[in-house]
């Protein structure tokens, strides 16, 4: 009986395991709006986010102006799993750039 009751424990501990596996595994998106400063705007950072990352980035919207004192963006929507998106968004950060997030990817306009 114990060893019955071991096998049931061990069962359930390894399809456990493999749920938390395949969630964190499952694609998912997020839509952002990215501020590009001068600084930035000879740097790959969109190309970084597809191969550093593995991320699929789509660019919705973008506003670059170089010549003028106005600031750059890119709205973009990232497709990967839970990790990619992670690691992605802390490439981001660690280049100090502003990152607005759009939390109903279904709405219309960013800001309405």
């Known amino acids: 009986m114990a060893a019955l009751n071991n096998r049931q424990t061990n ?22 709006r990215i501020y590009i400063p001068k600084c930035y705007l000879q740097t790959p ?22 010549n003028t004192d106005q600031e750059a963006y890119f709205d973009i929507e990232l497709r990967g799993t839970e990790a990619q998106i992670s690691h992605g968004l802390a490439y981001l950060e660690s280049l100090n750039l502003r990152i607005v997030g759009k939390p109903n990817a279904d709405g219309d306009g960013w800001f309405c």
Do not use: H
């Open 45 to 66: 950072v969109i190309s970084q986010l597809i191969s550093a990352y593995g991320l699929v980035v789509n660019i919705t919207k973008a506003m670059l102006q170089p």
């Open 11 to 32: 069962s359930q501990a390894r399809l456990s395991l493999v749920s938390s596996v395949y969630t964190k595994s499952e694609v998912t998106q997020i839509r952002l």
